[in-house]
């Protein structure tokens, strides 16, 4: 039996009798055959997978934006590859070049700092879209979708302030990373807003670590001036300070960027600024197929809203209520 006969059942080919047909699929069936869609897609000169590259692919905030863009991916009729750099730029640039490798339609991804972002412009250059989301890239100009970072601090710590709290501790990522300096920015507007000085002695510039968390908080309620509230920059704070906190209650109002899972349950309720990592997927993953459909104007910078949400925690009244 020929290998074309096979490859037209294979196929779904109408052109080969029922008989036949039937022996091919069983031989299929015992041999365990599967079909080699890479090798099929290069015969036919297509792309039909899109490369998704986060910073934690164990962050819920990446989990359910990860959701929304293989919607749309699968919508289009494509499939999707996701891997995480953990904001290793070395990681970051094996991972985009392993994505290119493969032969990727498109990319989106969450800019880890540092990446080599001439393989992205090269990639561009050969018709290769790229989207960034959460961050944006330093120096080439793309589609872009980011949160109101700065903007959704901002209310939170007005939230704090409207309280009466005018000493507030900030719990922020990294300082190299964009989401974490821009939601400090925001953390200072709102003091500076007030006129409440800024103290850099209640900033805590760093990825998430509970035992870093608990010392630090231990360090400030010890102080001769101590913080009587508290912002966590992202969702990871969160919950370390969430667990400190409930470890070693100090009566502390708590805001935090970025919902989490059971921040409704605990008592008090945990007060976020929340955003929608789904929306910003699917406006990422839309901005893609545009590009890939033939798209050619100017890259878009796309700034998605934020809400504040009470549930308690943040509204703790302070020293200077009223």
Not at 11 to 34: C, K, M, Q, W
Not at 36 to 52: C, P, V
Not at 65 to 75: I, Y
Not at 256 to 265: N, P, S
């Amino acid at each position: 039996m020929s290998a074309k006969t096979v490859s037209r059942v294979v196929n779904d080919d109408a052109h080969v009798s029922p008989a036949t047909a039937a022996r091919i699929n069983d031989a299929i069936e015992r041999l365990g055959f599967r079909r080699n869609e890479s090798a099929r897609l290069l015969r036919q000169g297509t792309a039909s997978t899109i490369g998704l590259l986060l910073e934690d692919v164990s962050d819920p905030f990446y989990g359910a934006l990860t959701r929304a863009v293989e919607e749309s991916v699968l919508a289009h009729d494509h499939q999707l590859l996701v891997s995480s750099s953990a904001e290793d730029a070395h990681r970051a640039d094996r991972l985009i070049a392993a994505f290119v490798s493969r032969g990727v339609g498109g990319l989106i991804l969450a800019p880890a700092t540092g990446l080599d972002e001439k393989l992205l412009a090269d990639e561009r250059a050969k018709n290769c879209p790229v989207v960034a989301f959460d961050r944006p890239l330093e120096e080439l100009d793309v589609d872009t979708v980011l949160a109101d970072n700065r903007g959704g601090t901002i209310a939170g710590v007005r939230h704090l302030i409207e309280r009466g709290h005018r000493r507030i501790a900030f719990f922020g990522d990294a300082d190299s990373v964009y989401t974490a300096r821009e939601r400090r920015a925001g953390y200072r507007d709102a003091l500076a807003d007030a006129g409440i000085p800024f103290d850099p002695e209640l900033v805590l510039m760093l990825q998430p670590d509970e035992r870093a968390g608990t010392e630090a908080l231990g360090m400030l309620a010890a102080s001769a001036d101590p913080p009587t509230a508290v912002f966590a920059g992202n969702n990871r704070w969160s919950v370390q300070l969430l667990r400190a906190l409930v470890r070693h209650p100090i009566g502390l109002a708590y805001v935090g960027f970025d919902d989490f899972e059971l921040a409704d349950v605990v008592q008090p309720g945990v007060t976020v600024v929340t955003q929608d990592p789904a929306a910003m997927g699917r406006v990422a993953a839309d901005l893609l197929f545009r590009r890939i459909d033939g798209d050619d104007g100017p890259a878009q910078r796309v700034q998605l809203s934020t809400a504040l949400i009470e549930r308690g925690s943040g509204e703790r009244l302070g020293p200077f209520v009223g």
